[in-house]
């Protein structure tokens, strides 16, 4: 059985990494209002290069995770959607596909073992999940129904890769659906890529069948003349999480001068209205996450399809105040995560 909760036990080898863990890199950034630090690991939590039980994946290029929400809140282990491809056949072939992984709280990942293919439309990538009322809700990207753009779907048991029925019409977003899940809706979802769409969009919803857009443009890449910030393309990337202000913390991601043939793609953040997410209080001034290690610059011993390449896909809490883990996808290639605190200043 696929058990999300399960916790085997750690190995000594994994535990002194975890140790080690702290001593990562760290990268700050100062602007405004709110502060956010990041601290790295020294290696990802999922990688074709990964040493056997240490996060192995049997994919050439694992990336871009989907945290699922743990309903047991005392569990250290959740089900993740990677994104993969250029794996074995039995693990779903050459193309670009989502799978389960189990993952834990610390920032690793167990190794990848069993072929759990989630069978959706081609080309399905790029998963977020949130936990609302008892049900999964899992937005992606795919090439679907005549359309490439994002769909929704929503499950009560994700371990059943069949389980996971569609909701809806194809939304007409491009990329990216990342959810604010309020105590009572409506709930609100950033989404998209720009270009090609105006801007990064934000629309509330009360049911996840019905949106109603409240702002296409929202926020637009800065441009590639832009001294601190310069950016050619912005996507939405995180789920939004409440800092204890009760403001909203978003990062998204964007790609620089260069992108797509030489990578650079690096993130920034916004924080939106505590009593109106549709107003943004603060957008970074530059981009807090970028490339830095082996990994995710696409220099080591580690695959790599975009060189220097972040894209954070998950953001979840931890036990401390206005802490969070992010996962995320480096050099287009691997899993990874990394701390984040946030502060205001």
Not at 153 to 163: D, F, G, H, L, W
Not at 257 to 286: E, H, M
């Amino acid at each position: 059985a696929f058990n999300s909760g399960s916790m085997p036990r750690l190995r000594i080898s994994w535990l002194l990494l975890v140790l080690f863990f702290y001593a990562a890199t760290t990268i700050s950034c100062i602007s405004g209002q709110y502060t956010a630090t990041v601290t790295k690991s020294p290696r990802p939590a999922l990688s074709l290069a990964n040493p056997a039980n240490q996060g192995k994946s049997p994919c050439t290029y694992t990336f871009n995770p989907g945290w699922i929400p743990n309903s047991n809140k005392n569990s250290s282990s959740s089900l993740v959607i990677v994104r993969v491809s250029g794996c074995p056949a039995e693990f779903g072939g050459g193309g670009d596909h989502m799978i389960l992984a189990t993952c834990y709280t610390d920032g690793h990942c167990d190794d990848i073992t069993e072929p759990h293919i989630l069978p959706f439309e081609l080309s399905s990538e790029d998963p977020r999940v949130v936990f609302v009322d008892g049900w999964y809700y899992l937005f992606y990207y795919a090439y679907g129904l005549g359309e490439s753009t994002v769909y929704l779907r929503k499950t009560q048991t994700p371990s059943n890769v069949s389980s996971w029925q569609r909701v809806g019409n194809a939304l007409p977003w491009h990329r990216n659906g990342c959810v604010l899940v309020r105590s009572e809706p409506p709930h609100y979802v950033l989404f998209g890529e720009s270009p090609p769409l105006p801007g990064i969009g934000i629309a509330a919803t009360s049911d996840f069948e019905n949106f109603k857009i409240l702002n296409s443009t929202l926020f637009k890449a800065n441009g590639q003349d832009d001294k601190q910030a310069p950016e050619i393309v912005v996507e939405a990337s995180t789920p939004l999480v409440q800092l204890s202000t009760g403001d909203y913390f978003h990062i998204y991601c964007a790609g620089t001068p260069g992108w797509v043939p030489n990578g650079n793609y690096t993130c920034g953040f916004v924080i939106l209205d505590k009593t109106n997410p549709a107003v943004i209080v603060q957008r970074s001034a530059t981009h807090f996450f970028a490339a830095t290690l082996d990994y995710e610059l696409g220099t080591g011993p580690y695959p790599v399809q975009r060189h220097r390449t972040l894209f954070a896909t998950s953001l979840i809490p931890t036990d401390n105040k206005d802490e969070f883990r992010v996962w995320y996808g480096a050099a287009d290639a691997n899993v990874a995560s990394a701390l984040i605190k946030v502060m205001k200043v």
